[in-house]
């Protein structure tokens, strides 16, 4: 099993930056891809940014393309999401989570772990 543990949440005004973190422990030796994701009250779970395993290839939603940086370092297990500019419509709580898959994906059912989830919340 995998188990991931997000952090670095937090409050944080309209154009300011924050920046998640995603501890990764147990059996983590694989090639899959990881990624973000974030679900605001109310809507449905949504794909913010994907990195596959050596780190070469980041894939980004339109609404955070240029504003977020996703990367990784697999000597410490660790997924970070770099979040800058950030806007009260960024207000969710972030997941990362491990894919099934090589390639990335931005489907929610293709990725099999889960974190509990880190609050941002921005204000105007």
């Known amino acids: 099993q995998v188990q991931l543990v997000e952090s670095g949440g937090g409050l944080v005004r309209a154009g300011g930056s924050l920046r998640l973190s995603c501890a990764a422990s147990?059996?983590?030796?694989?090639?899959?891809?990881m990624g973000w994701f974030r679900q605001a009250p109310g809507k449905e779970r949504e794909f913010v940014a994907g990195?596959?395993?050596?780190?070469?290839?980041?894939y980004y939603a339109d609404s955070v393309k240029g504003r977020f940086t996703i990367s990784r370092d697999n000597a410490k297990n660790t997924v970070t999401l770099q979040m800058n500019s950030l806007k009260p419509e960024d207000t969710a709580v972030y997941y990362c989570?491990?894919?099934?898959?090589?390639?990335?994906?931005?489907?929610?059912?293709?990725?099999?772990?889960w974190g509990q989830g880190t609050q941002v919340t921005v204000s105007s």
């Open positions: 989570a491990r894919s099934s898959q090589i390639a990335i994906s931005r489907g929610v059912t293709e990725y099999t772990h």
């Open positions: 990195i596959t395993w050596s780190g070469s290839t980041t």
């Open positions: 147990g059996r983590t030796a694989s090639a899959y891809a």
